[in-house]
């Protein structure tokens, strides 16, 4: 009768393979160094921080951007809805007085200006308040942008583990995290399309 | 047809949104209206003020999200009546089903006109009224 041999944990590694492994790491450690590689994955960490920094442009200029619009809307609104009610209030005092014969043609003309004038003017209100709702660009493109410095810094703290394992000369760290928020991100799967769809999925849901 | 003096909380972390929604909401007739920059300060001011009729809320915010306002203001006996409405670039179905499970009044996904968030109010107040 033979003693049963206990079985060997699947997890644990066997001495061959430790030794095989430290040897790649050793000449990994080599390669990078002899081939000035560290330099490549430092040069590569800090342009994270440029990267980050555009990024941290773009949305700076988005806001300043959505923010003069939304300004000027709001400054121009007033206006319109002001020349709408001159042009309504002067052709109904027009339509009442009295200029005798001669200069009725005149008077019809102004009346009928007005109104035009009155319709341009619901034009551009319309239009203004279209300027207005795409300012929304801002929101979400300012957590698709937030999202990125995220994958970017992400990107650089493991450029940086990897110089601080095989270079550990390299400055720690390059950059620091600042609070970003997480974004919508892109549409995935699960992900309705519209308006519609939530509507649609309210409705099943007896909303 | 609601009250145009009806005091409304717009709750968002971006400042460009909140004066959107503030500005649709002018267009709409309803000038009454606050902000607040997260959950936090909402449920401040809902609480600290007392008076408010109606809250858009985003969903995605620092300090307190929109969901979880929801959930206060349900649990607050003071204020779980309050409509609350989600206007939020959250557009994943999950996301959905937990503001209609949370008690959430109605939910608009950016981008959105002021067209949609009129339709969506006159939809909760025609509710409210049943």
Redesign the interface.
Known sequence: MTTPTPRKKRTKLSDAKVEKIGLATARLHRILKELGHTRHLEKSASTMPDARERLSFIDRSM?EA??KT?SA??ASLPLTSANRATCSDLSIRLADANFGKKNEALVMETISKLGEIAMAEESVRHNL?QI??A??????A??MVNKIVDAAVEIENILLDILKEYAPDTKDSLISKE?L????GH??K??????DE?DD??AS?G? | MADPNMKILVVDDFSTMRRIVRNLLKELGFANVSEAEDGVDALNKLRSEGNFEFVVSDWNMPNMTGIELLRNIRADAALKHLPVLMVTAEAKRENIIEAAQAGASGYVVKPFTAATLDEKLKKVFATMQK
Do not use: K, W, Y
Request: proline letters at 3%.
């Open positions: 806001h959505s923010e939304i809307v709001e308040m207005m709702e300012q929304e660009f801002r929101d979400v300012g957590q609070g928020t997480a974004g919508p549409q995935t699960d992900s309705v399309n519209g308006q939530v999925l309210l849901l909303l």
